[in-house]
């Protein structure tokens, strides 16, 4: 399971245990050709507990929305459940048909909250643990194949202002990257490039712009959570794209 689609967990009352509720995936994709869409919790402990589930935009999330979950044309259930020892509750998120874009992918983030039964012994603390992942809403319709999004990418170095890298995702997908670097520097370990949107990317000090060629590589996150590697040699600061890496392909500055 992939930490970076899990927010850290929120340690609301410390202690030295660790949470038993799990989640069946680190992403999850509510294709809108479905009624609905669903994400399995699981808890391994062996104790009983009570998970909280609830929906909200990214921005509200930061404290910078104007909308509020309450508004939200998403909902979540079961809001509350009481999971057995062992146990498995499964989520269902559904939407109501009308509210969000139908041209892109809208993102959502799933909060699942873990409160476990207030432990007997006097000198053991309880603890509740929060955990997020991204919902990604994809409408029907979307042109392209978001597997291929990745590629599509309009990537250029900036000499100025920094330098910067800057990124333009021309598609109606949302991309994930992981481990962005050039000639082997590196420049993100995480970046979320939402669709049709823009991004700078500050290079680090120890960047060397007047090199010739050059190597720009990440990994990208796939619908299933898994990670596909990418590389592309450039010079200057003409545009250009970062295939697929080819199996066996070498990394090193100017080649891929």
């Known amino acids: ?3 970076m689609h899990l927010a ?11 949470g038993a509720v799990s989640l069946s995936g680190t992403r999850l994709i509510f294709e809108g050709r479905y009624d609905e869409a669903t994400l399995d919790v699981i808890n391994r402990g062996d104790s009983e507990t009570l998970i909280q589930a609830w929906l909200d935009t990214p921005t509200a999330d930061d404290g910078n929305g104007h909308i509020k979950a309450a508004e939200l044309p998403f909902a979540v259930t079961p809001h509350l459940a009481r999971m057995p020892a062992r ?10 048909g009308v509210g969000v874009p139908r041209d892109r992918e809208s993102l959502l983030h799933l909060f699942v909250l873990e409160i476990p039964r207030r432990s007997p012994a006097a000198q053991q603390m309880s603890i509740a643990i929060r955990q997020r992942i991204n919902v990604f ?3 029907v319709g979307l042109s392209g194949d978001p597997a291929d999004a990745p590629q599509q990418l309009t990537w250029e170095r900036v000499p100025s202002a920094g330098p ?7 598609t109606p997908y949302h991309v994930s990257l992981l481990e962005l670097r050039i000639n082997g520097i590196d420049v993100a370990e995480y970046r979320l490039l939402a669709p049709f949107s823009n991004a700078a990317l500050s290079l680090p ?22 990670q596909r590697e990418y590389c592309a040699s450039f010079q200057g600061t003409e545009s250009f794209v970062v295939p697929l890496k080819q199996p066996g392909s070498s990394s090193i500055i100017g080649k891929c």
């Open 137 to 139: 809403y994809r409408p």
């Open 1 to 3: 399971m992939n930490s």
């Open 87 to 96: 146990g498995r509750q499964t989520l269902r998120l559904l939407y109501e």
């Open 8 to 18: 850290g967990a929120l340690v609301l009352i410390s202690g030295m245990s660790e």
């Open 205 to 226: 000090a120890t960047y060397a712009p007047h090199v010739g060629h050059q190597t720009l590589t990440f990994k990208a996150l796939t619908d299933y959570g898994g």
């Open 164 to 170: 910067a890298l800057t990124v333009r995702n021309p």
